[in-house]
């Protein structure tokens, strides 16, 4: 009977102990989860894209339809070769702070080499407009019919949520045509989410 | 703005050398003129580029369906900043931003490049130089490098 009392008192004190140590874990993992999402916030969620088509085989703008907004699929109203543009803000690799890479991807159903333009990107405010980056575009790149590659860096201040990009008097070189085809000048907004 | 391959082949004729090196002759020339740091291939900071440019290598005209994505080999350098690149870095973090270090991407096999800094990557292209065979096909690769000759010649 005795024995057994102690064995019951070994039992509260082992229960105590188990109790202790799942309080540390329980506090150890919150401690570990908040850093994680200390470290995964510190970099902004960067949303949206914008795009312009070129196609060769037309010579008006109007045919040179693209959309804005997350849109990267061609959309150009006949069939025949075409090339596609995008732009995104990327702010992984972490870079200093409020500093995007714009980076720009081509895709394309035949061989290009390059583009040209003007790329503007300006605070969505339309009563306190500022720009950001206003720079001419002029990008060779190895023949290809997908490239991505960074075209610039820019810093966008910390209250700024939304960009809206410009990509105007744009050109694409299709080598099978050996020509700068001309798009249309398209616009489209980024939205960055910083947590 | 259009000058066709003719046109522009005319006009550089004086420039147009079969000068075309190989990958280690290339990486010899950039030793040279650069300080180099080669990155390895696990770093994460490069994982998502190095992807992209193996992507954009696949559909290039450089490997043509030669080798397959996983056959391709990506090595990346960080170019160093000191007085071999100071020209570029002024130019490249002009607005002190604190940009990254200018890295070359280098596909081994097909000597597809790129790069994050595209005046270099233009100036890559042209000390990597053109064929005998890209001079004599008017090639892809040979409108490339007349594109870049026009454009640092100030026509573009």
Request: glycine share 4%.
């Amino acid at each position: 009977m005795f024995e057994g009392k102690i064995n019951a008192e070994r039992m509260v004190i082992m229960k105590k102990k188990l109790s202790m140590l799942l309080t540390i874990l329980i506090v150890f993992s919150i401690v570990l989860n908040s850093a994680n999402y200390a470290k995964a916030s510190a970099y902004p969620d960067v949303q949206g894209s914008f795009g312009a088509t070129f196609n060769p085989n037309y010579s008006g703008n109007d045919l040179n339809t693209a959309k804005g907004f997350n849109d990267s699929q061609v959309n150009a109203s006949a069939s025949g070769d075409e090339a596609h543009i995008v732009f995104i803000l990327d702010s992984y690799p972490p870079l200093a702070t409020n500093v995007y890479e714009i980076r720009y991807t081509v895709t394309s159903t035949t061989l290009v080499s390059g583009t040209q333009g003007r790329l503007v990107l300006r605070n969505a405010n339309f009563l306190n407009p500022t720009i950001y980056y206003d720079e001419p575009v002029f990008k060779i790149f190895p023949t290809t019919l997908f490239y991505t590659g960074t075209l610039d860096y820019v810093y966008i201040p910390p209250d700024v949520s939304f960009i809206n990009g410009t990509y105007s008097s744009c050109y694409m070189y299709f080598n099978a045509y050996e020509q700068w085809v001309s798009g249309k000048t398209i616009s489209g907004a980024i939205e960055i989410r910083r947590q | 703005m259009n000058k066709d391959i003719i046109t522009l082949k005319e006009k550089y004729k004086d420039k147009l050398h079969p000068n075309k090196i190989n990958h280690n002759e290339f990486l010899q020339l950039l030793h040279k003129k650069f300080t180099l740091k080669l990155v390895y291939q696990d770093n994460a900071a490069y994982f998502n580029k190095i992807e992209l440019t193996k992507k954009s290598c696949m559909y290039s005209s450089y490997n043509n369906g030669k080798f397959k994505y996983e056959e391709l080999n990506i090595q990346t350098y960080e170019i160093i900043q000191d007085e071999l690149s100071y020209k570029y870095y002024e130019k490249y973090d002009a607005n002190n931003l604190s940009l990254p270090p200018i890295y070359i991407m280098i596909e081994t096999n097909t000597g597809f490049m790129n790069c994050n800094y595209n005046e270099l990557l233009m100036q890559l292209i042209l000390y990597r130089g053109i064929s005998k065979i890209d001079i004599e096909n008017n090639t892809d690769d040979l409108q490339v490098y007349l594109l870049i000759l026009d454009r640092l010649e100030g026509n573009a």
